[in-house]
């Protein structure tokens, strides 16, 4: 599986983005999906994670109300959604596909990333 993330950019806090993150390769319903995020001498952490038929959704506490995340499996893509955006929100987000998880390790594919910046 191959993954693309899209969708970055800079925003003014309070603002939206839209991520998109489309699957190549197979049976891209067979595995759950996360987004991750890397902020500037942090670790990494799990943003969002959505099962694989998206009937089951988890967030990290601080972006709970204010991300949501969805998948489209006919078109093969996982969004992420995120509203009221915070400068704490700066980091390069990453699209990863695996077991549905909290933990990074579960996942095996993983996209380029995309960075979100957030003034305030």
């Known amino acids: 599986v191959q993954l693309q993330a899209s969708g970055g950019g800079l925003v003014q806090a309070g603002g939206s983005l839209s991520l998109s993150c489309a699957a190549s390769?197979?049976?891209?319903?067979?595995?759950?999906m996360g987004w991750f995020r890397r902020a500037p001498g942090k670790e990494r952490e799990i943003v969002a994670t959505?099962?694989?038929?998206?009937?089951?959704?988890s967030y990290l506490d601080s972006v709970k109300g204010r991300f949501t995340i969805s998948r489209d499996n006919a078109k093969n893509t996982v969004y992420l959604q995120m509203n009221s955006l915070k400068s704490e929100d700066t980091a390069v987000y990453y699209c990863a596909a695996g077991i549905f998880s909290r933990y990074s390790s579960a996942y095996r594919y993983w996209g380029q990333g995309t960075q979100v910046t957030v003034s305030s």
């Open positions: 390769g197979r049976a891209f319903n067979t595995y759950g």
């Open positions: 959505i099962s694989r038929n998206g009937g089951y959704t």
